[in-house]
Every structure is written in structure tokens, then in C-alpha cells.
């Protein structure tokens, strides 16, 4: 927990002002491909934070320059900035507050279908099967320990700040949207690098 709290962080106008005088800085989005088609900055990569571990080594090689972490809210890219950094790389900054705080402070969004965001998803099945589990110990008292369950689920994850149920709902199709072409990205990733 401690690299994820000494990520570096920068605030979005900056990180506007810094991709204007430099555009070699690229924007990588870590959120599922199904919210990157959402809505994403222009031009930026997009490669999940399910793919990061998977691709650590590419990644860390194929980056040559400064590398701005995006997600929704700003988790998902500290941990992915956790992992490149314990992994050697060490130019690679979160954007704080994400896609939510891009789009607050104006910046250019590329926008395509809508889709609830994964924070939002966890919510409503967290707490439909609270709810129904409620419901259905009227007749089956053993029901409500469902309900418990979800409720140490969502304890944990925000203790560990690490969420199975949102890793799971982010390998459903709804999720995947167009999909992501991981060699695509870090193809991208690897060109953009070594053009400078």
C-alpha cells in the first residue's frame, strides 16, 4: 500500500499544460476498453489494468518518455503506477482524479456509446443482491448471510483498495466494448517512444 500512496500525481491543467509543450507525453487509460469507448482523451492508449501485469515487461520497455496514468478516479492508474514502478519504470505519473476531473476542467473527450462506468456496475449488483437477499430471508432466514457477505466483500475492498467484484464485472462482453488490441497499444506505445 505504501508505492500506491507515493505514486507521483499530477492535476489536469498541468498535465494539459505539460501535453502541449511536449507532445511526446502520451496518456495511457487503464479503465476497461468498455469505458475508454465511453469516453477517452484523444489520442490517448488504452490498455486495461487487467493487462498491465500481464504485459509489465513490454511496457517497461517499449517507454521511453513521460507516461500520464488515467482511469476514472484516479485508483486504478495509482496501481498501475505501483506496478510499472516496482517494475523500473520510473517516468509514469497519474493524472489525479481521471477521466471525471479531465472532463470537469474542460479537456478534449473523444466520446462514443455510453456506458455505466465500473465504480457505478459494482454498486447496483452489490446492492441488488443486498437487497434481494434481504428480501428472500422473509422466507429463507439462511438469506440474509448472503447479505453479510457482500458487506465484508465491500469491507475488504475498501481496506485493500482492490475490488474482486469490479475486476470480475470488467471481464463481462458489455465491458470489453470494441475491445482492446493489447499488442496495438504497446505497438503504439513502442512507435510514439522511439519517433522522438
Do not use: K
Request: proline share 5%; with cysteine; net charge positive.
Amino acid at each position: 500500500m505504501t508505492a500506491r500512496s507515493s505514486s507521483p500525481t499530477i492535476d489536469v491543467p498541468t498535465a494539459r499544460a505539460l501535453i502541449a509543450d511536449n507532445p511526446d507525453v502520451l496518456i495511457v487509460d487503464v479503465r476497461t476498453p468498455g469505458e475508454f469507448e465511453t469516453a477517452h482523451v484523444p489520442d490517448s492508449i488504452n490498455l486495461p489494468l487487467d493487462q498491465v501485469d500481464a504485459h509489465l515487461g513490454r511496457i517497461v520497455n517499449d517507454a521511453g518518455g513521460r507516461i500520464l496514468l488515467m482511469c476514472r478516479s484516479g485508483n486504478r492508474a495509482t496501481a498501475a503506477c505501483a506496478r510499472l514502478a516496482d517494475a523500473g519504470l520510473t517516468d509514469a505519473t497519474v493524472i489525479t482524479g481521471g477521466i471525471n476531473a479531465w472532463v470537469a476542467a474542460g479537456g478534449p473527450v473523444a466520446r462514443g456509446r455510453q456506458r455505466w462506468s465500473l465504480e457505478r456496475q459494482v454498486r447496483l449488483v452489490a446492492g441488488g443482491v443486498v437487497l434481494l437477499a434481504v428480501v428472500a430471508s422473509v422466507w429463507v432466514p439462511a438469506a440474509r448471510y448472503v447479505a453479510g457477505l457482500v458487506g465484508a466483500g465491500l469491507t475488504v475492498a475498501a481496506l485493500t483498495d482492490t475490488c474482486a467484484m469490479g475486476a470480475m464485472l470488467a471481464r463481462l462482453p458489455y465491458n470489453r466494448g470494441a475491445g482492446c488490441d493489447v499488442d496495438r497499444s504497446l505497438a503504439r506505445l513502442r512507435t510514439e517512444r522511439h519517433q522522438a
